[in-house]
């Protein structure tokens, strides 16, 4: 089977300020996390969960006074365990959750 490159998603269906691409999953090096803001936003914060639920990565990416338009964020995974993980992601009010698979070389 085929897992795809790019996943895209509206965190807001109501108001469609952000849309969110997270690629490649899997992910093997680096992964990728694709903002495209139509307003600016006042805070990030990226956390990453394993499987059961602990976390992995706290505060992975924090970041402030965001401006509207794109923003890329490049995380580096190639030290991280092979497995599925939860990417949680908060901005401002607006939450966001996406199952993520890291694997190895």
Known sequence: FDYSKIVSVNIDSQSKDIKVSVYPNPVVNELTIDL???????????????????IAKKDWII??????GR??????????????YTLKMKIDELSYNKKLIILKN
Do not use: Q
């Open 71 to 84: 923003k890329l964020y490049k995380l580096d995974v190639a030290n991280m365990p092979e497995g599925v």
């Open 36 to 54: 495209d803001l139509t307003r600016d936003m006042d805070e990030l914060n990226i956390n990453l969960y394993d499987a059961a639920g602990r």
């Open 63 to 68: 970041d402030y006074d965001i401006r509207s």
